[in-house]
């Protein structure tokens, strides 16, 4: 019995062995001249030439989960993606050419766009508003009536412009009245008419270059386009140094009034990097009839008063008459009365 059972188990033990041999055209060693060497060795060539544009060293392991091996042209899966048309003109309600070109990414790269924009201009989706700029014309709006939003073409004749003097009141939702002029910081140019406004590129100040060009900026949002504005500080002071900018005396002062706060500190660096004494007067005037408003303690008031010109000085030089404020050293303009007493609104 223990004999039989022992001769049992020697037999199922062979057949287990032979159905685990490969066939012999999988064997490990096999024939020089074998069909399935010639494939692999196809393979593994396969493998190393260039994918998608990227060489890969012979010999090394290649990851292809995000390439295809269909032909060099192939884009890969983390190339940049296309962006529809009329999802570009829902978050770009101005661009330029060269932005379409990036976004929509044609064939034909820039002479794509250029025949795919020329299509929607035909069929007034879109007007052109200057030199490779356009505007996306609101569905049931008729483009010769449509005026696009300057603060945005701004945006777009200068991307890394900061918008200034009155511009910045408006942005900054304190304006008290409407200009049809707007003014950015960046690289000069000719002034841009469009219907209605004026677009006027300015320099940056001298005492706001390189580097510290973005100090005392901040964004806002227009239109779901983000656009870098100075804010309440540097707006003040840029406005006393620049009044036929800002509207005039009263506009600048009757629009400060709805700052909701000013960061002292940083009106004092901005005062610093100007270091005119005209412009410690005019702010220190300024911020003594609305020292309550806007929490000013008396000794930052003593510091402006120290730096204020040592003789009597126009606020506008272009103009002669008006009234001395004798703390400062500042000859108003007569308009100057009206722009309230102190802490008074």
Known sequence: MGYSCFCLILTILSIHVDTLKPASRYSRHRPRNSPWRDRTAGIRLAENRSVC???TAIGTTKDLTKQRVTGDNTPCMDDK???????????????SLAEATWALNPARGRAGAVERLKHHLAT???????????AVVPRGRRVDVFL????????VIRPNGVFCHHSALELLGVAHSVWNQVTLFGAPRRALETTGWRIQCLGHPSAFRGESAFLGT????????LLRVTGPERTLVEGFSRLDRCGGLEELTVSADGFPVLDLDLLESVLKRYAIAGLWAATGWFLERRQAL??????????LEARRPRAPQYLLRSRRGGRL?????????????G???????
Do not use: C, M
């Open 81 to 95: 993606l296309q962006v529809s048309t009329e999802n570009f003109f829902a978050e770009h309600p101005v661009f």
């Open 218 to 225: 901040r964004q806002v949002e227009r239109q779901g386009v």
């Open 325 to 337: 404020a004798a703390r400062w050293n500042l000859i108003l303009p007569p308009e100057a009365g």
């Open 294 to 303: 806007f929490h000013v303690p008396e000794d930052f008031l003593a510091r």
């Open 148 to 155: 696009p939003d300057p603060f945005l073409v701004a945006r």
């Open 339 to 345: 722009a309230g007493e102190p802490d008074g609104r």
């Open 53 to 55: 544009g990227h060489e």
């Open 124 to 134: 007034g989706r879109l007007k052109r508003v200057g030199r490779e700029v356009y």
